[in-house]
T-cell receptor, first 109, second 115 residues
């Protein structure tokens, strides 16, 4: 079966750096997305990786290793507004989007 | 601004009483999706349209139906809601049916509670 694994919950301190990991086992791979979802709201797009390596976008960066079936989202200079769930999603060989259950990130002052 | 709009934001319905959720978009995207998301779970795809072509997921209950009368609008009909249908319902659009590089644009969701 197809599977995406993320930690259920993480806690970090305001101003610090946090890394949220995602591992996937899917039938083929056509790209990986990270979305942010605040409580009670819809997901919003953060990043897309299809080639190995690091994609940087402001305070957020996303890394992909296709050979390891692994990605991470790196958040720097954490702010209280970064408290949210972060969802990893992979497009498989049938162009189906497979979602992880998300990692709830709690930021403490 | 181009966007995806869902109405209502919150909906309460009684067990077995039909309910319709609506979604509209000004992005002119070909593809529209309906997802169900329960607390702390991954979004679950119910169905999607590529233009007028309807695609039902194999495990979507028959109780859930959808209509897309034109490019801009899409509706989710729940014919006889059960308590287990309490969830957030998310409408999303995409310009790329292959979902390669093009992200999904979500509406704000409808929080449905079945009592």
């Amino acid at each position: 079966g197809q599977n995406i694994d993320q930690p259920t919950e993480m806690t970090a301190t305001e101003g610090a750096i946090v890394q949220i990991n995602c591992t996937y086992q899917t039938s083929g791979f056509n790209g990986l997305f990270w979305y942010q979802q605040h409580a009670g709201e819809a997901p919003t797009f953060l990043s897309y990786n299809v080639l190995d390596g690091l994609e940087e976008k402001g305070r957020f960066s996303s890394f992909l290793s296709r050979s390891k079936g692994y990605s991470y989202l790196l958040l720097k200079e954490l702010q209280m507004k970064d408290s949210a769930s972060y969802l990893c999603a992979v497009t498989d060989s049938n162009y189906q989007l497979i979602w992880g259950a998300g990692t709830k990130l709690i930021i403490k002052p | 601004d181009a966007m995806v709009i869902q109405n209502p934001r919150y909906q309460v319905t009684q067990f077995g009483k039909p309910v319709t959720l609506s979604c509209s978009q000004t992005l002119n995207h070909n593809v529209m999706y309906w997802y169900q998301q329960k607390s702390s779970q991954a979004p679950k795809l119910l169905f999607h349209y590529y233009d007028k072509d309807f695609n039902n997921e194999a495990d979507t209950p028959d109780n859930f139906q959808s209509r897309r009368p034109n490019t801009s609008f899409c509706f989710l009909d729940i014919r006889s809601p059960g308590l287990g249908d309490t969830a957030m319902y998310l409408c999303a659009t995409s310009s790329d049916p292959g979902q390669i590089s093009s992200p999904l644009h979500f509406g704000n969701g409808t929080r449905l509670t079945v009592t």
